[in-house]
């Protein structure tokens, strides 16, 4: 059962460390998300659009510390205990009400295999998915990423740009960086793809959050564009990669 979850204090400063980097550059402020927490383990359902995003198997997602575990569980009705051992999902957004929520026996279960603390490893998994919010709601020039545009985009730019946001914030704090070194050494490769975009800027997300299915490739390119012209708008730059045609029919502000 989800209940609402109240942030600490230390987490409040870490969010609004995050949220600052955002406002500095010219985004609206803007009220946190719901955040709820659950221990139960995650549904089914959840893991299942999770699977159909990323193209894997439940098998491919098991943390390789608990292998062992899910050959052991006889009761493994529905492979439902399977999912508790799912490393990439301590915590989800979920963009259709703008919520988070963090599974806080599985950060648990996860801190104890990772040999980090709870508390640093629920403060990584929470920026994360805050991040996500950032992305998709945060507004600058009173837009924010359209849903069908925001659900279009790659699973790699996705948990890329939450990853980078993360590391944004927790790269100067030793604890943190270790929970977070720790964590994405077990996941897949979607949550490896920030490593290639450490110097990408705010700037590259904006012209990002107006295309059409933007994937890695996509990302490159837009960086490529952003460095190369550091001093056109974003209007600018779209219309460098959208062609000059389709450039003159974007509703965007310089």
């Given at each position: 059962m989800e209940t609402p979850y109240r942030l600490t204090y230390q987490e409040k400063a870490l969010t609004n460390i995050l949220l600052s980097i955002f406002y500095y550059n010219g985004f609206e402020k803007r009220k946190l998300p719901k955040i709820f927490e659950s221990d139960e383990?995650?549904?089914?359902?959840?893991v299942n659009e999770w699977i159909k995003k990323t193209g894997l198997s439940p098998d491919d997602l098991i943390f390789p510390h608990n292998k062992d575990n899910v050959a052991n569980d006889q009761d493994d009705k529905d492979n439902i205990k399977k999912y508790?051992?799912?490393?990439e999902l301590l915590g989800m957004y979920f963009p259709a009400t703008q919520s988070i929520t963090l599974y806080t026996k599985r950060i648990e279960e996860a801190a104890k295999g990772l040999n980090v603390s709870t508390d640093a490893l629920r403060q990584v998994v929470?920026?994360?998915?805050?991040?996500h919010w950032i992305t998709h709601k945060l507004h600058y020039n009173r837009q924010c990423w359209e849903i069908a545009k925001y659900n279009s985009a790659s699973t790699e730019v996705h948990e890329g740009w939450a990853q980078l946001l993360a590391w944004w914030v927790v790269k100067n704090i030793s604890k943190l960086k270790r929970a977070f070194d720790r964590l994405n050494k077990e996941q897949i490769q979607q949550y490896h793809v920030w490593?290639?975009?450490?110097?990408?800027?705010?700037k590259s997300?904006?012209?990002?959050r107006e295309l059409e299915s933007p994937t890695k490739t996509t990302w490159e390119s837009c960086d490529k564009h952003v460095a190369q012209n550091p001093e056109k708008?974003?209007?600018?730059?779209?219309?460098?990669?959208?062609?000059?045609?389709?450039?003159r029919e974007l509703n965007i502000a310089n």
């Open positions: 383990l995650i549904t089914i359902e959840i508790k051992y799912v490393i929470l920026l994360h998915e805050i991040g490593v290639e975009f450490k110097h990408s800027t705010i997300l904006l012209v990002l708008s974003i209007h600018s730059i779209l219309i460098i990669m959208r062609g000059e045609n389709t450039g």
